[in-house]
């Protein structure tokens, strides 16, 4: 049996969705570690102003994938994704019913959550 075009669509859209997160996190990282190792070893050679452009790209890339929790939304994307493609297989099988699988759907979309922040990386949090 079909599963409903939504559930379809939604779960189309967490793969979607978990590739483009990837494909942030993947040039950010290269960035970060490339521009770290760069001014670790060439700094005297870049001189100032380059060193100093080049630890920004670090510093952002690093702060950007920290800030927004990227591997963590990423995690949960693809924990959605699984746990719900193996729900709308059991229910194209006739192994569910389509209320266990709108259980399971809103299980996966409380696994999806969004994207959350960590304001204490840029701004620490007040001790007391």
């Known amino acids: ?17 978990a590739i483009r997160v990837q494909w942030i996190i993947i040039p950010l990282g290269l960035c970060a570690v490339t521009s770290s190792v760069l001014v670790a070893a060439f700094t005297a050679e870049m001189g100032i102003f380059w ?7 670090s510093a952002l890339s690093v702060g950007y994938i920290a800030y ?6 990423l ?21 569910i019913d389509l209320e266990r699988l ?11 959550g969004v994207i959350e922040i960590k304001p204490d990386i840029v701004v620490p949090p007040k001790t007391k």
Do not use: C
């Not at 927004?68 to 939304?73: D, I, R």
């Open 1 to 17: 049996m079909k599963a409903p075009d939504r559930f379809i669509k939604s779960h189309d859209d967490w793969k979607l969705n």
């Open 68 to 73: 927004f929790q990227l591997p963590k939304k």
């Open 51 to 57: 060193t100093k452009v080049v630890s920004t790209a």
């Open 75 to 95: 995690n949960d994307l693809w924990r959605g994704w699984r746990h719900f493609n193996g729900y709308l297989a059991l229910y194209e099988a006739d192994k």
């Open 102 to 112: 709108t259980a399971e759907y809103a299980k996966a979309e409380e696994m999806l």
